[in-house]
């Protein structure tokens, strides 16, 4: 089976909501390689479930990440190593709560400016924190370490909707412009 777009929003809810038998059910009979970036995440919640089967789709998807070599995959593979428990050297990248779809969505947008909140993992524009003291650095609640601005990014490439090798790419430059940051997404909590 292909990745249709019912499926691959399927993949794309397993992804948000943890739900790593959700996800493997979905990655069974598919092909990997157009999805990878969300396969490794769905896997790494397979795992940690303890689903039948994770550990030999696991395997694959990093076969296939290490083979690929895409941004954003080294970074993936390093997560799904360490999940297999097997962890590989690799820069030790704080967690952060943010959803890698936001973040491209941000990093390629309208030429506007975000700032990425370290601790709720939310992209928000700087006039969405004009009320927000941890925000405003006159405050005695300011904390500059909190946020982290986002370069203003360029033509969108969100406008190709259900589009497995794009939505790839997106998610993987976003995965890796947080690596080169010295983050990592993390789950976020529901």
């Not at 395997?59 to 390093?78: F, I, N, T």
């Not at 524009?125 to 982290?148: I, K, M, Q, T």
Request: aromatic share 4%; charged share 30%.
């Amino acid at each position: 089976m292909d990745w249709d777009a019912g499926a691959l929003r399927g993949l794309r809810s397993a992804v948000h909501r943890r739900d790593g038998a959700a996800g493997l059910r979905l990655i069974r009979d598919r092909p990997l390689a157009p999805v990878l970036q969300y396969a490794g995440d769905a896997l790494v919640a397979a795992l940690a479930e303890g689903e039948p089967d994770a550990e030999r789709y696991a395997r694959k998807c990093l076969e296939e990440l290490d083979g690929r070599g895409l941004p954003g995959d080294a970074e993936l593979a390093a997560d799904l190593a360490a999940a297999l428990g097997a962890p590989r050297p690799a820069p030790a990248l704080t967690p952060v709560p943010a959803d890698l779809g936001t973040l491209a969505d941000a990093l390629e947008g309208d030429g506007v400016a975000h700032v990425l909140d370290l601790a709720r993992g939310d992209v928000l524009e700087p006039d969405e924190l004009e009320d927000e003291p941890a925000f405003d650095g006159e405050s005695e609640a300011y904390d500059p370490g909190r946020w982290l601005m986002l370069p203003p990014g360029g033509p969108s490439g969100a406008g190709v909707p259900e589009n497995p090798e794009a939505e790839e790419r997106r998610r993987g430059a976003a995965r890796r412009w947080l690596a080169d940051q010295g983050y990592r997404p993390a789950a976020r909590a529901l």
